[in-house]
Protein backbone atom coordinates (compact mmCIF):
# COMPACT_ATOMS: atom_id res chain seq x y z
CA UNK A 1 0.00 0.00 0.00
CA UNK A 2 1.48 3.33 -1.18
CA UNK A 3 2.46 5.87 1.82
CA UNK A 4 0.56 8.93 2.54
CA UNK A 5 2.62 12.02 1.14
CA UNK A 6 3.17 12.98 5.53
CA UNK A 7 3.93 9.84 6.02
CA UNK A 8 7.53 8.62 7.72
CA UNK A 9 9.11 6.82 4.35
CA UNK A 10 11.89 4.71 5.41
CA UNK A 11 13.86 6.13 2.56
CA UNK A 12 14.16 9.32 4.34
CA UNK A 13 15.44 8.35 8.06
CA UNK A 14 18.22 10.45 9.43
CA UNK A 15 19.67 6.83 9.94
CA UNK A 16 21.83 5.26 12.80
CA UNK A 17 23.99 6.52 14.93
CA UNK A 18 26.29 3.69 13.84
CA UNK A 19 26.03 3.35 9.92
CA UNK A 20 25.41 -0.16 8.54
CA UNK A 21 24.84 -1.85 4.94
CA UNK A 22 21.37 -2.18 4.60
CA UNK A 23 19.44 -5.72 4.25
CA UNK A 24 18.82 -7.37 1.61
CA UNK A 25 15.00 -7.82 2.48
CA UNK A 26 13.97 -6.37 5.80
CA UNK A 27 13.89 -1.98 5.78
CA UNK A 28 15.12 -0.13 8.66
CA UNK A 29 12.61 0.14 10.64
CA UNK A 30 11.59 -3.65 9.97
CA UNK A 31 15.01 -4.35 11.49
CA UNK A 32 14.33 -2.13 14.55
CA UNK A 33 11.16 -3.84 15.11
CA UNK A 34 12.80 -7.35 14.97
CA UNK A 35 15.60 -5.76 17.38
CA UNK A 36 13.17 -4.91 19.92
CA UNK A 37 11.64 -8.24 19.84
CA UNK A 38 15.45 -10.08 20.26
CA UNK A 39 16.09 -7.70 23.21
CA UNK A 40 16.49 -9.05 26.83
CA UNK A 41 14.08 -6.02 27.93
CA UNK A 42 11.22 -6.88 25.35
CA UNK A 43 11.28 -10.91 27.16
CA UNK A 44 11.32 -9.51 30.56
CA UNK A 45 8.30 -7.47 29.86
CA UNK A 46 6.25 -11.07 30.09
CA UNK A 47 6.90 -11.23 34.18
CA UNK A 48 6.00 -7.38 34.76
CA UNK A 49 2.76 -6.64 36.03
CA UNK A 50 0.69 -4.77 34.26
CA UNK A 51 -2.71 -4.18 36.88
CA UNK A 52 -2.81 -8.07 38.13
CA UNK A 53 -0.19 -10.27 39.71
CA UNK A 54 0.26 -13.81 38.52
CA UNK A 55 -1.41 -14.55 42.11
CA UNK A 56 -4.91 -13.55 41.12
CA UNK A 57 -4.44 -15.55 37.58
CA UNK A 58 -2.39 -16.52 34.42
CA UNK A 59 -5.36 -15.44 32.12
CA UNK A 60 -4.37 -11.60 33.21
CA UNK A 61 -2.39 -9.06 30.65
CA UNK A 62 0.81 -8.39 32.05
CA UNK A 63 3.22 -5.93 30.59
CA UNK A 64 4.16 -8.27 27.02
CA UNK A 65 0.94 -9.21 26.29
CA UNK A 66 -0.49 -5.33 26.82
CA UNK A 67 2.57 -4.88 24.21
CA UNK A 68 1.29 -7.20 22.00
CA UNK A 69 -2.37 -5.69 22.02
CA UNK A 70 -0.96 -1.74 21.51
CA UNK A 71 1.44 -3.09 18.50
CA UNK A 72 -1.94 -4.34 16.82
CA UNK A 73 -3.75 -1.55 17.28
CA UNK A 74 -0.37 0.50 15.86
CA UNK A 75 -0.86 -1.53 12.93
CA UNK A 76 -4.46 -1.11 12.02
CA UNK A 77 -4.67 2.62 12.74
CA UNK A 78 -1.19 3.62 11.11
CA UNK A 79 -2.33 1.44 8.36
CA UNK A 80 -6.06 3.01 7.80
CA UNK A 81 -4.04 6.57 7.64
CA UNK A 82 -1.58 5.37 5.05
CA UNK A 83 1.47 6.02 7.65
CA UNK A 84 4.43 3.86 8.01
CA UNK A 85 3.28 0.60 9.78
CA UNK A 86 7.05 -0.85 10.39
CA UNK A 87 8.09 2.24 11.94
CA UNK A 88 4.21 2.34 14.49
CA UNK A 89 5.08 -1.45 15.07
CA UNK A 90 8.60 -1.06 16.51
CA UNK A 91 7.40 2.17 18.74
CA UNK A 92 4.76 0.41 19.88
CA UNK A 93 6.73 -2.86 20.82
CA UNK A 94 9.16 -0.28 22.00
CA UNK A 95 7.38 1.67 23.99
CA UNK A 96 6.92 0.12 27.47
CA UNK A 97 10.31 -1.71 28.00
CA UNK A 98 11.56 1.13 30.45
CA UNK A 99 9.34 0.35 33.19
CA UNK A 100 10.18 -1.06 36.43
CA UNK A 101 8.48 -4.08 38.13
CA UNK A 102 5.34 -3.75 39.29
CA UNK A 103 3.90 -1.20 36.08
CA UNK A 104 3.35 2.20 37.41
CA UNK A 105 3.35 2.02 41.11
CA UNK A 106 6.90 1.05 40.54
CA UNK A 107 7.89 3.80 38.12
CA UNK A 108 6.32 6.24 40.93
CA UNK A 109 8.55 4.69 43.84
CA UNK A 110 11.85 4.96 41.87
CA UNK A 111 10.72 8.29 40.74
CA UNK A 112 10.29 9.28 44.79
CA UNK A 113 13.38 7.39 45.74
CA UNK A 114 15.52 9.47 42.94
CA UNK A 115 14.28 12.82 43.89
CA UNK A 116 16.42 13.06 47.20
CA UNK A 117 19.43 12.51 44.81
CA UNK A 118 18.34 15.56 42.20
CA UNK A 119 17.50 12.95 39.51
CA UNK A 120 14.05 11.47 37.87
CA UNK A 121 12.79 7.97 36.94
CA UNK A 122 10.93 8.58 33.61
CA UNK A 123 10.60 4.97 31.70
CA UNK A 124 10.58 6.52 28.30
CA UNK A 125 13.96 7.85 28.89
CA UNK A 126 14.81 4.55 30.50
CA UNK A 127 13.65 3.21 27.43
CA UNK A 128 16.02 4.90 25.44
CA UNK A 129 19.06 4.44 28.00
CA UNK A 130 18.01 0.56 27.54
CA UNK A 131 18.12 0.55 23.85
CA UNK A 132 21.37 3.03 23.41
CA UNK A 133 23.53 1.44 26.10
CA UNK A 134 22.38 -1.68 28.39
CA UNK A 135 21.68 -4.21 25.05
CA UNK A 136 24.70 -5.88 24.30
CA UNK A 137 24.10 -7.87 21.59
CA UNK A 138 26.44 -6.98 18.37
CA UNK A 139 30.30 -6.76 18.12
CA UNK A 140 30.40 -3.56 16.21
CA UNK A 141 27.98 -0.74 18.48
CA UNK A 142 26.55 -1.03 21.69
CA UNK A 143 22.82 -0.73 22.12
CA UNK A 144 20.44 -1.64 19.29
CA UNK A 145 21.82 1.11 17.09
CA UNK A 146 18.20 1.56 16.23
CA UNK A 147 17.49 4.39 13.22
CA UNK A 148 17.08 7.90 14.84
CA UNK A 149 12.81 8.27 14.06
CA UNK A 150 12.41 4.92 16.68
CA UNK A 151 14.72 6.80 18.80
CA UNK A 152 13.20 9.84 19.01
CA UNK A 153 9.62 8.16 19.04
CA UNK A 154 10.42 6.32 22.46
CA UNK A 155 11.45 10.09 23.16
CA UNK A 156 8.65 11.70 22.46
CA UNK A 157 5.85 10.05 22.16
CA UNK A 158 3.43 10.67 24.93
CA UNK A 159 4.90 14.08 25.39
CA UNK A 160 6.95 17.53 24.58
CA UNK A 161 10.32 18.32 26.55
CA UNK A 162 11.35 21.47 27.31
CA UNK A 163 15.22 21.90 25.31
CA UNK A 164 16.41 23.96 28.47
CA UNK A 165 15.32 20.79 30.90
CA UNK A 166 16.53 18.23 29.23
CA UNK A 167 19.88 19.39 27.13
CA UNK A 168 21.03 16.18 27.37
CA UNK A 169 18.21 15.65 24.26
CA UNK A 170 18.98 18.21 22.01
CA UNK A 171 19.64 15.64 18.90
CA UNK A 172 16.06 14.54 19.24
CA UNK A 173 14.59 17.90 17.56
CA UNK A 174 12.69 18.77 20.68
CA UNK A 175 11.36 22.25 19.28
CA UNK A 176 9.68 19.70 16.71
CA UNK A 177 6.62 17.56 16.49
CA UNK A 178 7.93 13.51 16.34
CA UNK A 179 6.12 11.76 12.73
CA UNK A 180 2.07 10.59 12.83
CA UNK A 181 3.55 7.85 13.66
CA UNK A 182 5.17 8.30 17.19
CA UNK A 183 2.03 10.88 17.88
CA UNK A 184 -0.59 7.97 17.57
CA UNK A 185 1.35 5.68 20.01
CA UNK A 186 0.37 7.23 23.42
CA UNK A 187 -3.58 7.17 21.85
CA UNK A 188 -3.38 3.39 21.25
CA UNK A 189 -1.88 2.71 24.29
CA UNK A 190 -4.60 4.04 26.07
CA UNK A 191 -7.32 2.22 23.93
CA UNK A 192 -5.52 -1.08 24.49
CA UNK A 193 -4.93 -0.94 28.43
CA UNK A 194 -8.54 0.65 29.27
CA UNK A 195 -10.32 -1.56 26.89
CA UNK A 196 -7.84 -4.63 28.47
CA UNK A 197 -8.39 -3.39 31.69
CA UNK A 198 -12.23 -3.31 31.55
CA UNK A 199 -12.10 -7.38 30.68
CA UNK A 200 -9.44 -8.23 33.23
CA UNK A 201 -11.58 -6.55 35.81
CA UNK A 202 -14.65 -8.23 35.07
CA UNK A 203 -12.56 -11.59 34.93
CA UNK A 204 -11.42 -10.96 38.21
CA UNK A 205 -14.81 -10.07 39.45
CA UNK A 206 -13.56 -7.13 40.78
CA UNK A 207 -15.89 -5.47 38.29
CA UNK A 208 -19.55 -6.25 37.07
CA UNK A 209 -21.72 -5.68 34.60
CA UNK A 210 -24.06 -3.15 36.70
CA UNK A 211 -21.09 -1.74 37.97
CA UNK A 212 -19.63 -1.23 34.75
CA UNK A 213 -22.77 -0.19 32.86
CA UNK A 214 -23.34 2.63 35.72
CA UNK A 215 -19.83 4.63 35.52
CA UNK A 216 -18.96 4.54 31.80
CA UNK A 217 -21.97 5.54 29.53
CA UNK A 218 -19.83 4.60 26.27
CA UNK A 219 -19.93 0.99 27.56
CA UNK A 220 -23.39 1.23 28.55
CA UNK A 221 -24.66 2.00 25.81
CA UNK A 222 -23.07 -0.41 23.41
CA UNK A 223 -24.02 -3.22 26.08
CA UNK A 224 -27.59 -2.33 25.78
CA UNK A 225 -27.38 -2.73 22.23
CA UNK A 226 -25.99 -6.28 22.52
CA UNK A 227 -28.57 -7.33 24.90
CA UNK A 228 -31.18 -6.82 23.00
CA UNK A 229 -30.03 -8.29 20.22
CA UNK A 230 -28.78 -11.20 22.30
CA UNK A 231 -30.99 -11.27 25.18
CA UNK A 232 -30.46 -15.14 25.66
CA UNK A 233 -26.53 -15.23 25.28
CA UNK A 234 -24.37 -15.92 27.91
CA UNK A 235 -23.21 -12.37 29.88
CA UNK A 236 -19.57 -12.94 29.31
CA UNK A 237 -20.19 -13.10 25.26
CA UNK A 238 -22.15 -10.19 25.28
CA UNK A 239 -19.84 -8.22 27.68
CA UNK A 240 -17.34 -9.26 25.24
CA UNK A 241 -18.99 -7.69 22.21
CA UNK A 242 -19.65 -4.45 24.26
CA UNK A 243 -15.72 -4.17 24.73
CA UNK A 244 -15.38 -4.54 21.45
CA UNK A 245 -17.42 -2.31 20.17
CA UNK A 246 -15.68 0.56 22.60
CA UNK A 247 -12.58 -0.26 21.29
CA UNK A 248 -13.41 -0.22 18.03
CA UNK A 249 -15.41 3.14 18.56
CA UNK A 250 -11.84 5.06 19.76
CA UNK A 251 -10.23 3.11 17.47
CA UNK A 252 -12.19 4.42 15.00
CA UNK A 253 -12.22 8.12 15.91
CA UNK A 254 -8.60 7.94 16.23
CA UNK A 255 -8.02 7.17 12.75
CA UNK A 256 -11.39 9.82 11.47
CA UNK A 257 -10.05 12.44 13.77
CA UNK A 258 -6.48 12.22 13.14
CA UNK A 259 -6.99 12.63 9.27
CA UNK A 260 -9.41 15.44 9.73
CA UNK A 261 -7.13 17.41 11.83
CA UNK A 262 -3.94 16.53 9.04
CA UNK A 263 -6.42 18.23 6.39
CA UNK A 264 -7.54 21.13 8.14
CA UNK A 265 -4.05 21.63 8.69
CA UNK A 266 -2.83 21.49 5.43
CA UNK A 267 -0.05 19.24 6.19
CA UNK A 268 1.37 17.35 3.13
CA UNK A 269 4.72 16.45 4.64
CA UNK A 270 6.05 14.59 7.63
CA UNK A 271 7.97 18.36 7.80
CA UNK A 272 4.77 19.97 8.20
CA UNK A 273 4.14 17.62 10.12
CA UNK A 274 7.18 18.30 12.73
CA UNK A 275 6.13 22.05 12.31
CA UNK A 276 2.63 21.99 13.49
CA UNK A 277 2.47 24.02 16.17
CA UNK A 278 0.59 21.24 17.74
CA UNK A 279 0.35 17.40 17.78
CA UNK A 280 -2.10 16.65 15.10
CA UNK A 281 -2.94 12.53 16.19
CA UNK A 282 -5.63 12.10 18.67
CA UNK A 283 -9.43 11.64 19.55
CA UNK A 284 -12.05 14.13 18.92
CA UNK A 285 -13.31 15.93 21.80
CA UNK A 286 -16.56 13.75 22.09
CA UNK A 287 -14.48 9.88 22.10
CA UNK A 288 -11.86 12.12 24.52
CA UNK A 289 -14.42 13.08 26.80
CA UNK A 290 -15.83 9.57 26.54
CA UNK A 291 -12.05 7.74 27.24
CA UNK A 292 -11.62 10.25 30.31
CA UNK A 293 -14.50 8.73 31.81
CA UNK A 294 -13.55 5.31 31.15
CA UNK A 295 -10.18 6.47 32.78
CA UNK A 296 -11.71 7.81 36.05
CA UNK A 297 -13.77 4.73 36.07
CA UNK A 298 -11.09 2.16 36.48
CA UNK A 299 -8.83 4.72 38.74
CA UNK A 300 -11.45 4.67 41.20
CA UNK A 301 -13.18 1.07 41.12
CA UNK A 302 -10.22 -1.01 39.77
CA UNK A 303 -6.87 0.65 40.45
CA UNK A 304 -7.87 1.39 43.78
CA UNK A 305 -9.56 -1.53 44.78
CA UNK A 306 -8.04 -2.72 47.92
CA UNK A 307 -6.90 -5.76 46.90
CA UNK A 308 -5.41 -3.92 44.39
CA UNK A 309 -4.08 -1.54 46.50
CA UNK A 310 -2.61 -3.72 49.34
CA UNK A 311 -1.05 -6.10 46.27
CA UNK A 312 0.70 -2.78 44.79
CA UNK A 313 1.96 -1.25 48.63
CA UNK A 314 3.26 -4.46 49.56
CA UNK A 315 5.41 -5.06 46.03
CA UNK A 316 6.72 -0.81 46.08
CA UNK A 317 7.85 -1.65 50.04
CA UNK A 318 9.81 -4.22 48.79
CA UNK A 319 11.23 -2.36 46.15
CA UNK A 320 12.05 0.67 48.33
CA UNK A 321 13.57 -1.49 51.30
CA UNK A 322 15.57 -3.43 48.35
CA UNK A 323 16.72 -0.06 46.98
CA UNK A 324 17.47 1.22 50.18
CA UNK A 325 19.94 -2.47 50.82
CA UNK A 326 21.34 -1.66 47.55
CA UNK A 327 22.35 1.49 48.15
CA UNK A 328 24.31 0.16 51.36
CA UNK A 329 26.00 -3.07 49.91
CA UNK A 330 26.46 -2.13 46.37
CA UNK A 331 28.67 -5.23 46.43
CA UNK A 332 25.18 -7.33 47.03
CA UNK A 333 24.34 -6.77 43.10
CA UNK A 334 26.11 -8.62 40.46
CA UNK A 335 30.08 -7.88 39.41
CA UNK A 336 29.33 -5.78 36.80
CA UNK A 337 26.93 -3.16 38.30
CA UNK A 338 29.16 -3.06 41.57
CA UNK A 339 32.16 -1.72 39.34
CA UNK A 340 29.70 0.33 37.67
CA UNK A 341 28.80 2.12 40.89
CA UNK A 342 32.48 2.84 41.88
CA UNK A 343 32.80 4.71 39.00
CA UNK A 344 29.37 6.35 38.53
CA UNK A 345 26.35 7.92 40.93
CA UNK A 346 25.16 4.21 42.95
CA UNK A 347 22.01 5.73 43.28
CA UNK A 348 21.29 5.92 39.09
CA UNK A 349 23.52 2.26 39.24
CA UNK A 350 20.78 0.71 41.71
CA UNK A 351 17.76 2.72 39.87
CA UNK A 352 19.00 0.76 36.57
CA UNK A 353 19.40 -2.62 38.12
CA UNK A 354 15.95 -2.84 39.95
CA UNK A 355 14.24 -1.17 36.98
CA UNK A 356 15.55 -3.92 34.60
CA UNK A 357 14.09 -6.78 37.14
CA UNK A 358 10.99 -9.07 36.78
CA UNK A 359 8.24 -8.85 39.55
CA UNK A 360 9.62 -12.00 40.62
CA UNK A 361 13.16 -11.98 40.74
CA UNK A 362 12.83 -8.55 42.38
CA UNK A 363 10.70 -10.48 45.08
CA UNK A 364 12.96 -13.24 45.45
CA UNK A 365 16.32 -10.96 45.80
CA UNK A 366 13.87 -9.09 48.62
CA UNK A 367 13.45 -12.13 50.44
CA UNK A 368 17.13 -13.66 50.54
CA UNK A 369 19.04 -10.84 51.15
CA UNK A 370 16.57 -8.89 54.01
CA UNK A 371 15.09 -11.92 55.13
CA UNK A 372 11.65 -11.43 55.19
CA UNK A 373 10.33 -14.80 55.35
CA UNK A 374 9.09 -16.65 52.80
CA UNK A 375 8.64 -15.66 48.83
CA UNK A 376 4.55 -15.25 49.64
CA UNK A 377 4.95 -13.22 52.69
CA UNK A 378 7.13 -10.95 50.17
CA UNK A 379 4.75 -10.54 47.57
Known amino acids: MALASYAMDVSNSRGR ?30 AKTQVFTTRYSDHFRNRLTHTLEVSQIARTVAGALGLNTDLAEALSLAHDIGHPPFGHAGERKLDELLRPHGERFNHNLQAL ?28 HSRDYDAAKFPELAEYLLDERPP ?53 ARDKLKFNEAVKRTLDRMATDLIENTRMQVAESGART ?49 LAQLFAYYLE ?16 PPHRVVSDYIAGMTDHFLLRQYTELLGAGSARSAD
Open 180 to 232: LEAQLIDFVDEIAYNSADLDDGYESKLLDIEMICAGVPLFAGFYREVHRAHPG
Open 329 to 344: HPEAMPKSYTELAQRN
Open 270 to 318: VEDIRRASRRLAGFSLKVATENATLKKFLHTRLYNHPSIVADRERSVDA
Open 129 to 156: RIVEEFEQRYLDFPGLNLTFEVREGIVK
Open 17 to 46: RYPEAPHPYRNAYARDRDRVIHSRAFRRLE
